[in-house]
């Protein structure tokens, strides 16, 4: 199994980043997907989820400025992440949930001020 996270950088406070999160080796469909974030020196926290059915959950914190998508055609979940702040800066990671929960590797986010 393999979660390729992908699309982490820096940017500007108030700007926008898309993370891109590809499985293999799993039925993806059949799976929550999940955004997870470390901050250094913090714990890891969920960000957002989304069920096989397309539910979605947000973390307080991130509510209307990102949204959690998924293509089951192409085994991706998305978090597009708009006018973010420099709070936001950690490495993010995807999660695939079933039976079994699978991490991906982490995509650093750097928020500047």
């Known amino acids: 199994v393999q979660l390729q996270a992908s699309g982490g950088g820096l940017v500007q406070a108030g700007g926008s980043l898309r993370l891109s999160c590809e499985a293999s080796g799993i039925i993806f469909s059949l799976h929550v997907m999940g955004w997870y974030r470390q901050a250094p020196g913090k714990q890891r926290e969920s960000v957002a989820s989304i069920t096989s059915g397309g539910g979605t959950n947000y973390a307080d914190s991130v509510k209307g400025r990102f949204t959690i998508s998924r293509d089951n055609a192409k085994n991706t979940v998305y978090l597009q992440m708009n006018s973010l702040k420099p709070e936001d800066t950690a490495v993010y990671y995807c999660?695939?949930?079933?039976?079994?929960?699978?991490w991906g590797q982490g995509t650093l986010v750097t928020v500047s001020s």
């Open positions: 999660r695939a949930q079933n039976t079994r929960i699978w």
